[in-house]
């Protein structure tokens, strides 16, 4: 089993920069493929970006593309998603989530996730 815990969102500029982190607790974190989703108010939740567990294979959602970067250090038990050039609708709960399981990834769903960071762009 896992902890996440978010940190990193706040208040910003359009076109400013953020970055986020989720720390992970205990010792496999490299064993579990990472996510970044997001919930804007009155809206349901969106994938933003993920990374595997074995080659840190990255995809993004359309538009955070050439935007957002999604990373991992394994060695500190963190994902982060750096956020440039944000726009207003940017702005909603940021949330990481994890799962160990292939078939989950292939699904992109997961079974261990954060409470959030609120990130609010303001125009």
């Known amino acids: 089993q896992v902890q996440l815990v978010e940190s990193g969102g706040g208040l910003v500029q359009a076109g400013g920069s953020l970055r986020l982190s989720c720390a992970a607790s205990?010792?496999?974190?490299?064993?579990?493929?990472m996510v970044w989703f997001r919930q804007a108010p009155g809206k349901e939740r969106e994938f933003v970006a993920r990374?595997?567990?074995?080659?840190?294979?990255?995809y993004y959602t359309n538009s955070v593309k050439g935007r957002f970067t999604i990373s991992r250090d394994n060695a500190k038990n963190t994902v982060y998603l750096q956020m440039n050039s944000l726009k207003p609708e940017d702005t909603a709960v940021y949330y990481c989530?994890?799962?160990?399981?292939?078939?989950?990834?292939?699904?992109?769903?997961?079974?261990?996730w954060g409470q959030g960071t609120q990130v609010t762009v303001s125009s």
């Open positions: 205990g010792r496999t974190f490299s064993s579990y493929h």
């Open positions: 990374i595997s567990r074995s080659d840190s294979t990255t």
């Open positions: 989530a994890a799962t160990q399981y292939d078939s989950r990834w292939f699904r992109n769903e997961y079974e261990y």
